[in-house]
Structures are given as structure tokens and as C-alpha cells.
């Protein structure tokens, strides 16, 4: 499947692409993309990441990023930006694609009204709403305006994100700030295409955890039942539909799409 956003000599940035759907995002796209194109794929895991660049094809330059991005700082991460540029630096790209993959779904055994610890709401937040925004200021100051490089923000959110769920409030709310936080930028940066992509209910490690441990009972057996009628999606299925989905390019800059879309 061919789309044009993603062709030509490319900067391809992913987190969370040790696993899960960061790891098959990264290795289809990879395959769409011009020679000389430059992927930088960022996560805790470095093992996981090694093996998802060992998938990529051989054109591609290809660097990893162990990092915990809780934690890491816009000058660490600029110094990661900075050295997979490389010293012809930004401007040799003809694109720059930046995917905010990296999530996690924090405590989901607790109702709204046990969510007292100010740490866990922070250490929450660190990774799923600053993160993102820090990282993406970060890559907008080397791919700035200036540039006249092709900019393409992906943001991979949720239904939780428009849609409440019981026992699931750390992740709405960050998923919700976060998918704001990205109509904001889209606002403001209306040269840059921003897509806020639900990719549907998944099969990788995340959906393990709320079959096993969703503290709402109902929750817990739709994600069960779900599992059993076979209605969980691929990671191939939900990336191939975001590739049709910028292939089309029928959304507006900022919207959320959901793979259940028409
Ligand atoms: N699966 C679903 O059904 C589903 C549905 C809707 C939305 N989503 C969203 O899709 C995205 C990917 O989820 P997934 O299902 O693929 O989950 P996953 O298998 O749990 O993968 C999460 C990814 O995030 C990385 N990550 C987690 N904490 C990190 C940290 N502190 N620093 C750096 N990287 C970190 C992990 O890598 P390391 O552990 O190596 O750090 C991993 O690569 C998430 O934003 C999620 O909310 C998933």
C-alpha cells in the first residue's frame, strides 16, 4: 500500500517501538519509506528495540534510543534528536514523521474515588501527557518552519480518550489531556498535519492487563468477551488502516480518528 505522507527521504520517529503496536508501526511504515530515510525508534527496552530495527530494511539508517521517557529531559532528548540527524541536520529530509506511541494504562484496579496518591498521578502523567509534549517541542525546534520539511505528528490515542470507562481514570484523563494537548498544537501549527489516531481494541501487552486486572467487574468481561469472539484487532490490522487513513487524508488537521471510522 502506497501513501504519499510517507515517502521520499524521510525522518521517522517512534516511540514505544520495542513492542506492542510501536513496534509494527515502525516496521510498516519503514517498508513505504524513500532511500536514506532516517528512523529513530525510542523506548525503555533496548533488546525489544534492537529486534524491531533488525525487521527494517537494509536502506534505511537506523538508530535506537534506550531511554525512560518519564524521566528523560527536552535536552536529552534533543541530544538523541541531534546525533540521529546527523551533521547534514534537518534539512536533507524532504519529511519529518513523529509518532507519540509510548503509553502505558497506569493503576486500573482503583474506582475515581481510591486515586488519592499525588505520586501516581504524577509519575502518570510524566510519561503520557508531558512526555509527548516536551518531545514534540523538541522535534518542531529542529523541523521548524524554517526548515520547509513536510511535517506529519502522529498521536496514537483511545476511545478512552472521549469516552469515559470505569476504573480506568488515569488513563482517560491522560489520554484525553493528551489528545488536546495535540488539537492545540494543530491549531496553532496549522502547516503541520496532525492526526490523533484510536487504533481500536488491540492484541499486545495492554489489553492483557485489562482482561486480568480491570477493577470494573463489567469492564473486565467485555475486554474478556471481546478476546473471545475474536473481535480483538491485529497490530497488522490497525496499522494498515492509519496507512489508508493518511493515504486518503479525509480528516481535518487535529481530529481524531478512530479505526472504526468510515
Ligand atoms: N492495545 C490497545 O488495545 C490500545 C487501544 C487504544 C490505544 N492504545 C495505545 O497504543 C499505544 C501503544 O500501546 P500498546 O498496546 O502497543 O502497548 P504496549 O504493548 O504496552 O507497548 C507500550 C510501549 O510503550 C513503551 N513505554 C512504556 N513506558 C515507557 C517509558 N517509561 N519510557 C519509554 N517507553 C515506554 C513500551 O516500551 P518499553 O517497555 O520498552 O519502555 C512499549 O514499547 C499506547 O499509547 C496505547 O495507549 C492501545
Not at 216 to 224: E, I, L, T, V
Request: charged fraction near 20%.
Amino acid at each position: 500500500m502506497s501513501a504519499p505522507l510517507l515517502s521520499g527521504k524521510v525522518f521517522l520517529l517512534v516511540t514505544g517501538a520495542s513492542r506492542g503496536i510501536g513496534k509494527q508501526i515502525t516496521e510498516s511504515f519503514a517498508t513505504l519509506l524513500g532511500n536514506g530515510s532516517v528512523v529513530l525508534l525510542i523506548a525503555r527496552n533496548e533488546n525489544g528495540l534492537k529486534e524491531t530495527a533488525q525487521k527494517l530494511p537494509k536502506s534505511l539508517s537506523v538508530h535506537t534510543a534506550s531511554m525512560n521517557l518519564s524521566v528523560a529531559t527536552a535536552d536529552e532528548l534533543k541530544n538523541v534528536v541531534r546525533k540521529a540527524l546527523g551533521s547534514e541536520g534537518a534539512t536533507q529530509f524532504e519529511k519529518a514523521i513523529i509518532i507519540h506511541n509510548a503509553g502505558s494504562l497506569g493503576d486500573v484496579s482503583k474506582p475515581t474515588n481510591d486515586m488519592k496518591d499525588l505520586t501516581t498521578w504524577r509519575n502518570y502523567y510524566d510519561l503520557n501527557v508531558f512526555s509527548p509534549a516536551i518531545l514534540n517541542g523538541v522535534f518542531m525546534e529542529f523541523f521548524n518552519e524554517d526548515t520547509k520539511v513536510t511535517r506529519l505528528v502522529i498521536n496514537i490515542t483511545s476511545l478512552c480518550g472521549i469516552q469515559p470507562s470505569k476504573s480506568l481514570a488515569y488513563y482517560c484523563t491522560g489520554k484525553a489531556a493528551r489528545e488536546m494537548f495535540f488539537k492545540v498544537f494543530a491549531l496553532e501549527n496549522p502547516e503541520v498535519n496532525v492526526l490523533n489516531y484510536s487504533p481500536g481494541p488491540v492484541e499486545t501487552d495492554m489489553q492483557q492487563v485489562l482482561r486480568k486486572n480491570l477493577g470494573d467487574a463489567d469492564g473486565k468481561k467485555m475486554f474478556n468477551d471481546f478476546k473471545a469472539s475474536g473481535s480483538v484487532l491485529t497490530t497488522e490490522q490497525t496499522v494498515n488502516r492509519l496507512i489508508e487513513i493518511l493515504k486518503l487524508q479525509n480528516y481535518k488537521s487535529g481530529d481524531h480518528v478512530d479505526y472504526y471510522d468510515k
